[in-house]
């Protein structure tokens, strides 16, 4: 009789508008072996994919080999888990339609899974983080972008198209709001994003001649910021509260639609501590719907990003039907 080989490893595959981080992962979470590289470096998705391919199979080949590996996973911006495609990606070098999901199945002979990037870090945080138990939970990665994906009753709520959670784009000003990159006016992003929060810190400069401590910086960013509150500024710490503010009307409206346990916040903006948590907390607590006052956490993610992304990715591979040409 011959014996069945349980496969133990799976890949996941991180692709972000920096970075593409690619590592061998085993059934209990450890990352076996990890490597990256520009995603920048490849202007043609064709090349992309047999490069990454490439690097995939020599990766697997010098740890173990094909046989033990069950399936791949991949988190990207603008993915949907419904169409297996990436679609219209803002920040990628590619644009319109790629089936990237097929392409990467046909080039590697194992199956692929493919999801958003938000929702492989609720994955991620569901499976290895600090939302490991919850059934009814938000993740949100606040960056550049403002991502989100909502557990329900312990599964991902992917949308009918696979496009759910994009609190972003969410209007939270009504008349003369800021112009965003969607094309609306008055989106969350606009406001919360990291380009959303230099603009508040360079609207409140202009509003006051105050001195700031932020006027003397050579680049503002959400982490300059920071450490400018860090050091009593007033005005800095005036940029965090407007945030917050706005961070925390929208959770409540958010929250009050969905009743979740708890709302965990990751993402570079995430590191700002108490400047941003507090007033977003205090904002929460104003709109939230009443009988869900005091009842929501806020939490802010233990993992460090790449590392939860590539996890998140490892346990979407788990989850789509194995299928390999090497048997
Ligand atoms: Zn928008």
């Known amino acids: 009789m011959e014996e069945y080989k349980i496969k133990t490893k799976v890949v996941g595959v991180d692709i972000s508008n920096e970075l593409t981080t690619y590592a061998i992962v085993d059934i209990r979470g450890n990352i076996i072996a990890e ?160 380009a959303g929060i230099v603009n508040t810190a360079k609207e409140l400069m202009t509003e006051s001649d105050a001195p700031t401590l932020m006027r003397n910086l050579e680049k503002l960013s959400p982490r300059t910021i920071k450490e400018c509150c860090d050091q009593g500024d007033e005005m800095a710490i005036e940029v965090y509260r407007r945030t917050g503010e706005m961070l925390g009307l929208g959770l409540a409206n958010y929250a009050s639609l969905v009743d979740p346990e708890a709302i965990i916040l990751t993402g570079g903006i995430s590191h700002a501590g108490k400047w941003l948590l507090e007033p977003t907390y205090q904002a929460f607590e104003e709109h939230v719907f009443g009988n869900l006052r005091g009842k929501v956490k806020i939490l802010v993610s233990k993992l460090e990003d790449r590392e939860r992304d590539v996890l998140g990715a490892s346990a979407l591979a788990w989850s789509v039907p194995e299928y390999s040409l090497f048997k």
Request: net charge negative; glycine share 16%.
């Open 35 to 194: 490597e990256s590289f520009l995603t920048s470096g490849y202007s043609d998705v064709n090349n992309f994919v047999t490069a990454l391919s490439d690097k995939i199979v020599n990766l697997v080949e010098a740890n173990g080999g094909y046989e033990t590996i069950r399936s791949i996973g991949v988190s990207s911006p603008s993915a949907s888990s419904v169409s297996g495609c990436i679609e219209n990606a803002a920040n990628l070098p590619w644009k319109g339609i790629v089936p990237l999901s097929a392409m990467l199945r046909d080039r590697i002979g194992l199956a692929v899974g493919l999801s958003n990037d938000a929702h492989v870090s609720a994955l991620g945080e569901f499976t290895f983080g600090c939302a490991h138990g919850m059934k009814n939970f938000i993740i949100l990665s606040l960056g550049v972008g403002i991502g989100s994906c909502f557990f329900s009753a312990g599964d991902d709520h992917t949308g009918h198209n696979g496009y759910a959670g994009e609190f972003g784009h969410t209007c939270i000003v009504n008349r003369n709001g800021r112009a965003c990159g969607c094309g609306h006016t008055g989106c969350l992003e606009s406001y919360v994003g990291a």
